[in-house]
């Protein structure tokens, strides 16, 4: 039979057209790195030499950019045909800490977006998840780094995730017009909203990347774990999640500012750069807003009590046992502050201690000294490393570790990592990621031995078990109790001969509650 030229191009459109519907058709078993989402394909890459299959800057929420910025996350718009996710999207507006390195899309506001790794790609594996939160302070940070790689943990059977969310003025930028607008009369917290769009995500999305959203366990160190402090808290994600992980910082040191406070801090800041308005300051680059935020004394955002994200203070919100009831992991470093966080420029003497711990404490120095000892330099300089690690960090850390304890009912395991890097004299803030998400070898900076490998591995192992059953239990390890389970309370100490001890650091801890306590009464 003839074919007529008309037929030909019939012919010839049917296959195109049968060619496009085939890039939006499910997931084969042929193509593993092609999942339909929610809003649509999207097409991944397979690492050659572990087999893990990767989906980088996944968007999970609109760009906040133009009348979206200072606005909660809205849905992402669906998209026709395949996005390529090959790359890490942009980070959000910032300037990175020195020990930042990016492998993302440069920067910018347009910075919504997660990563996936997966060992598989079949609805039916259900695997468990791990969604991990970076820290910087809430004002760097961002989910290419290196260091949270998620390929090791999918290696161990595991669904990895790590999340970008914005930071500084543009994640918690609080200011009356944006909470006359908000439909919640709230502003601020904007970061931590993308953090719940992000979980949100992933309970509609991570079956198809082989997890169960049954099993998502949320992780993240500094602000990342003050992060999940609050995402245990509120009531916007507290039942997104089966477990999580805080590696030094909690949102409980002390009470956060409220709203109000937030708010006037927003109209000083808009003030400054001459914006008398809201769409003033929508009107505004992006780099006039963030460099204006990081000039010497300019004001700085975080999180605020706003009744909405908190309705209540967190300490309060632990305190009554409205928090999550997870298992939780947490834990700190041995030195996550130096000692001139206490004695300044001044020689490690005992008389210099004792001056400087009574100018910080006035009437409170003797119940100080006597927990935070300094009889002899060596140990001036221990104290002083120890107190300045509780008042930077440690602190907070152990009051949700102790809230958690008491009200959460669940298992809670607690650890002190003490391992230093390669010419370090002690773990320093941030040290342990690289051994706890099985990434040393992504860190060239320093010479790695077989003992920090054999310290990465079992602090992993430790890692990968707790999100996979809440335990972080396995063969060949030592034997990890859970510290609310009996009447002495029972610390892992990771280092290169990792050993459970008994808590002997609590009354100092009770002492700097009660001194925070009365300081609050007293309105200080």
Partial sequence: ??????????????????????????????????????????????????????????????????????????????????????DFGPQGMQHPFGDMVFRSRGMSEDCLYLNVWSPKTSRKAKLPVLVYFYGGGFVSGDGSEPRYDGESMATKGIVAVTVNYRLGVFGFFAYPALSAESPNHVSGNYGLLDQNAALLWVQRNISQFGGDPKKVTIAGESAGSFSVSAQMASPLSKNLIAGAIGESGALLGRDLAPLSDGEQKGVQFAASLGANSLADLRALPGSELLDAAFKPGAIGFGPVYDGYFFPKQPRDI?????????????????????????????????????????ALYKDRAPDILAQYPGATSDEVVQSATSLSSDRFIAFGTWKWFDEQCATGGKPVYRYFFSRPRPGASGAVHSAEIEYALGNLSTNTVYPWSTDDFNVSSEMQSYFANFVKKGDPNGAGLPNWAPANSGDAVQIMHIDVNSQLQPDTTRNRYVLLDQIYVAKKAAGQ
Wanted: no cysteine; aromatic share 8%.
């Fill in 318 to 358: 632990y305190a009554a046992g409205d928090q999550a009831h997870v298992p939780l992991l947490v834990g700190w470093n041995s030195q996550e502050g130096g000692p001139d966080g206490i004695l300044g420029k001044d020689a490690p003497t005992p008389d210099n201690y004792t001056k400087d711990i009574t």
């Fill in 1 to 86: 039979m003839e074919v007529s030229p008309l037929n030909t191009s019939l012919l010839l459109i049917l296959f195109a057209v049968l060619f496009m519907q085939s890039a939006l058709l499910p997931v084969q078993a042929s193509d593993p790195n092609r999942v339909k989402t929610e809003n649509g394909v999207i097409e991944g890459t397979t690492n050659a030499v572990s087999g893990i299959h990767e989906f980088k800057g996944i968007p999970y929420a609109q760009p906040p950019v133009g009348d979206l910025r200072w606005k909660a996350p809205q849905p992402v718009i669906n998209w026709s045909g395949v996005l390529q996710t090959h």
